[in-house]
C-alpha cells in the first residue's frame, strides 16, 4: 500500500541520524520526536502528536530486525503511518507487517523497491529530442558520509534562483525533502540500476516544462568497498553504475576528506569513467576539527593545486563563488536554450 509523502504533516522518527537531519533542514515536515530505538530497547513512547513514524536507518544488524518488526507493529497499533527507510527490510514481505495495517487502516511507503526499474524502464527506452535533458548534473563522493545529499539540496535551492531544475535521489528521505523522483539503486538487480537511473531522469525531464538542469545524487563512493553487499550499501558498484547510468554533462565531487591525494585519485577515476569533468568539490567539515581560518586556507590550497573550485556549502565557504562558477558554466553550455535568468 502506497502512502503519498504529502500527507506527512508531522512525523515521529526512530532514529536520529544522518537521515534525520536531512529530514529536518531539507523537509517541511515537523519533527515530534525520536524513538531512540537501541540495542536492547524496542521503543518508548511519549505524548507526541504525529501523524506518521519514519524509521530513519537504513543497515539493520540481524539483531536489530525485530525490534523494527516490532517497533512498526506497535506504531500501526496507535495509528501511525509507517515510512519506512529499512533497505533490506520491507513491510510488504512480512505477512503479519501487512495484516496490521490492514487490522488498524494504515497506509505506509517502503522507501526500497526492487521493482521500480520496471516503472522506469519504458523511460529509459524512449528515443527523441523532447525526452533528453538539457544538462545533467551528477553529485559523487569519495565515500559514506561525504555530503553529496547536502551538495544535491544546497545546489538545487540556489541554482533554481536561475534555472528551472529537476533533481533525482538515491537516498531514502528524497520524496520527503521534495525531491523529483526517487530510486534505491541497492534493491534492484544490478544490470537494471544503470538503465534505472537514466528513465529517471528522463521521467523527470518529461513530466516538467523547461527543465534546465537535472541534478542526481550518488551513494557511497568509487574507491567503496565493492564487496560491501550483504549490508545493503553496494559500495563502488553501486557508485559506478549511478555514475554510467546518469551519463553526467559535468560532475560535482563531495569529499569527506581534505586529504589532496585521495581527492585527486576519486577526480581521475570519475572523469576516466564517465567521461566529463569534475567543475567542483564540496567538503563535509563536519568531522574536521579545524577553525574557519585554517579550513578556508585547506580548501584555497586544494583549489589551487587541482585547479577546481573548492567551498564547504554548510559554512559557505567560498559559497558565493562556487555558486557563481556553476552557474556561469550551465549559462554557457550550448544545450541551455531556456532559463530563468534569461526570462526575467
Request: aromatic share 8%; net charge neutral; charged share 25%.
Amino acid at each position: 500500500m502506497n502512502m503519498m509523502h504529502e500527507t506527512i504533516k508531522t512525523a515521529k522518527l526512530s532514529h536520529k541520524n544522518k537521515v534525520s537531519d536531512s529530514i529536518a533542514k531539507f523537509s517541511n515536515i515537523k519533527i515530534g520526536g525520536y524513538v531512540n530505538v537501541n540495542n536492547n530497547t524496542i521503543a518508548e513512547y511519549g505524548a507526541y502528536t504525529y501523524d506518521t513514524f519514519i524509521w530513519s536507518k537504513e543497515i539493520l544488524e540481524d539483531f536489530e530486525v525485530i525490534i523494527w518488526k516490532e517497533t512498526i507493529k506497535k506504531e500501526m497499533s496507535l495509528g501511525k503511518n509507517i515510512y519506512n527507510m529499512a533497505r533490506l527490510y520491507r513491510i510488504d514481505d512480512f505477512s503479519e507487517l501487512r495484516d496490521y495495517a490492514k487490522k488498524y487502516n494504515i497506509k505506509y511507503f517502503d522507501c526500497s523497491n526492487p521493482n521500480k526499474f520496471q516503472e522506469l524502464e519504458k523511460y529509459a527506452k524512449i528515443d527523441n529530442s523532447s525526452s533528453h535533458p538539457n544538462l545533467i548534473i551528477t553529485v559523487m563522493g569519495t565515500g559514506m558520509r561525504s555530503g553529496k545529499f547536502t551538495t544535491s539540496m544546497i545546489l538545487r535551492d540556489e541554482l533554481t534562483k536561475y534555472f528551472n531544475v529537476g533533481i533525482v535521489g538515491t537516498e531514502p528521505q528524497s520524496m520527503l525533502c521534495g525531491i523529483d523522483e526517487m530510486v534505491i539503486p541497492q534493491l534492484i538487480p544490478l544490470y537494471n540500476v544503470a538503465p534505472a537511473i537514466w528513465g529517471a531522469i528522463k521521467k523527470v525531464n518529461l513530466e516538467n516544462k523547461n527543465i534546465d538542469v537535472i541534478m542526481i545524487s550518488s551513494q557511497t563512493g568509487i574507491y567503496s568497498n565493492p564487496l560491501d553487499i550483504g549490508t545493503g550499501r553496494g559500495g563502488g558498484v553501486v557508485s559506478l553504475a549511478i555514475l554510467l547510468g546518469s551519463k553526467p554533462d559535468y560532475i560535482i565531487l563531495a569529499s569527506h576528506t581534505l586529504n589532496i591525494g585521495e581527492i585527486k585519485n576519486n577526480i581521475e577515476t570519475i572523469e576516466l569513467l564517465g567521461g566529463k569533468k569534475v567543475i567542483g568539490i564540496t567538503i563535509n567539515s563536519k568531522n574536521i576539527d579545524l577553525e574557519y581560518g585554517e579550513l578556508k586556507n585547506k580548501l584555497n590550497d586544494i583549489s589551487d593545486k587541482l585547479n577546481i573550485p573548492v567551498a564547504e556549502l554548510v559554512k559557505k565557504i567560498n559559497f558565493e563563488e562556487f555558486i557563481k562558477n556553476i552557474v556561469e558554466l550551465i549559462q554557457n553550455n550550448k544545450n541551455i536554450t531556456y532559463s530563468k535568468s534569461q526570462k526575467d
